[in-house]
């Protein structure tokens, strides 16, 4: 039994057939196959199971269970959205970190300017970056498709919709990065953090002196119960938008890109009918599912026929529930209250992307995979996906 599986930190009234020796940040099998590991992970633990590593919290794989914790707001709260050391004291998200009723008018406020509508009217513009980024490799025998387009194409468009400096692309993926990665030391965490706070307040200042069509300045004139968004609201809110846009489609697009270059059947399927691009879309969110969110217990209840006490940490593994063999929901954009407000710019900039892949480029394979491009987290990450492409492919 190693250190972090020590009896003194699992609690008494944990079950020992729910401990489990698993860590969602630094299980070892993550660095080549993040899925592979939650697969064998979901089809030898227990629905719900506690693991001591972390600090000790409950894992959730199941989607029924994680059904009842994401959407019985009365038993677990949102106030903690990470693993990490810290966590627990650190300032709450707007609106992802409130819970119900408390979230509601926040969350109603930014689908004003995310909702299915306005992201339609953005369209001309993704596809913009899309072309950009995708037409140039056409004539090249390989690629990074992280480097070459996940980063930047979603990066670059929130950015843009943000009202961010282009220029600085590179520093600020930099600093989202740096403070997700469960690998970056505390101090230099709350460093990297404290850069997001400056950026955001000069990006506040700047618009409150010179509004421009942004979505920044949409915020600073919006109201909320008759009053202005105060500037601590403001920038809790840009805050999680700023994690959140620069991080969490690149994502999406690798995982997903690097399953069709490996499947010749499904690349003509969709060149033969793009109409079904929206379908595969969502096929890739839910087997690739790549967020962990984090539920705390607000008082002592039971779960899944286990005790799990007030103040407990629970991690819910969506992975899990997009992929429990008996139960069809798709957890790839959360479920519940705080399903994710950008779902809408996602799928919008997934679609695009495809389309505009398959029409650009003629043939496409897996390149030789980079050591260690996997990790773990709340947020699994995919940082290089080598390709073939045209007759190299």
């Known amino acids: 039994m190693s250190e972090t599986l020590a009896p003194s930190a699992v609690p008494s009234h944990v079950p020992k057939d ?70 627990s004291s650190a300032p709450r998200f707007i609106p992802l970190g409130l819970d119900p009723p408390e979230h509601a008018p926040y969350r109603h406020l930014l689908l004003k300017h995310l909702g299915p509508r306005e992201i339609r009217g953005l369209e001309p513009f993704i596809r913009s970056w899309a072309e950009r980024l995708i037409k140039p490799l056409a004539g090249q025998s390989e690629c990074d498709f992280v480097r070459d387009v996940a980063e930047p194409m979603p990066v670059s468009v929130f950015m843009e919709t943000m009202g961010l400096p282009l220029g600085r692309f590179h520093e600020f993926r930099g600093l989202v990065i740096g403070a997700l990665s469960p690998r970056t030391p505390v101090d230099e965490r709350m460093g990297l953090h404290g850069r997001i706070v400056g950026v955001l307040g000069e990006l506040i200042a700047a618009r409150r002196a010179e509004p421009r069509d942004d979505l920044v300045s949409k915020l600073l004139a919006e109201e909320l119960d008759g009053r202005p968004l105060s500037q601590d609201e403001l920038f809790s809110i840009c805050y999680l938008l700023f994690l959140a846009g620069m991080d969490t489609v690149t994502n999406a697009m690798a995982y997903g890109m690097r399953h069709l270059a490996g499947d010749k059947a499904l690349q003509a399927t969709l060149r033969g009918e793009p109409g079904r691009i929206p379908d595969t879309v969502e096929e890739f969110m839910r087997r690739f599912t790549f967020v962990n969110t984090v539920r705390v217990a607000v008082q002592d209840t039971e779960l899944d026929g286990v005790q799990i006490k007030e103040g407990e940490a629970l991690a819910c593994v969506l992975w899990g529930g997009s992929n429990d063999r008996d139960d069809p929901r798709q957890f790839g954009f959360g479920h519940g209250p705080h399903t994710c407000l950008g779902m809408h710019l996602a799928r919008t900039e997934l679609r695009i992307m495809y389309e505009t892949w398959l029409d650009e480029i003629d043939a496409f394979s897996l390149g030789e995979p980079t050591p260690g491009a996997m990790h773990g987290g709340s947020v699994m990450g995919l940082s290089s996906v080598p390709l073939r492409l045209g007759a190299a492919a």
């Open 18 to 87: 729910r401990v489990v020796d698993f860590d969602l940040y630094f299980d070892p099998r993550f660095s080549d196959d993040v899925h592979g590991a939650m697969r064998a992970a979901r089809d030898s633990y227990p629905t719900v199971c506690f693991t001591p590593h972390n600090g000790g919290h409950w894992l959730v794989f199941g989607g029924d269970a994680l059904h009842h914790v994401m959407t019985d707001t009365d038993r677990f709260s949102s106030r903690q959205l990470s693993l990490q050391p810290g966590a």
